[in-house]
Each structure stands twice: as C-alpha cells, then as structure tokens.
C-alpha cells in the first residue's frame, strides 16, 4: 500500500517509521518546553 503525501509516494512502512520519528521529536519537544505557558495568564488584565 502506497501513500500520496505533498506528491511524493511512501510506503506503508516509511510513512509509520516517519510517525513514529514525529512522535518522538514531539515528546523531546514537550520535555525541553514550559508545558502550558497560557495557563499561567491572567484572564483579565483590568
């Protein structure tokens, strides 16, 4: 099974390897983060 993506053909397995890539860099990402900065805004600021 092929996949079209942005007009190149990848494979099933190229197309999991690269979520499985994304999903790491994402976790990495989050680690290196402040989590939820907007959570630490005030509402209102009047």
């Known amino acids: 099974m092929y996949i079209l993506r942005g007009g190149y053909v990848m494979d099933t397995n190229e197309f999991v390897e690269e979520l499985k890539e994304n999903k790491k860099k994402q976790e990495q990402n989050k680690k290196k983060g402040k989590g939820h900065p907007e959570a630490k805004l005030p ?4």
Request: proline share 0%; charged share 25%; net charge positive.
């Open 43 to 46: 509402n209102k600021q009047h």
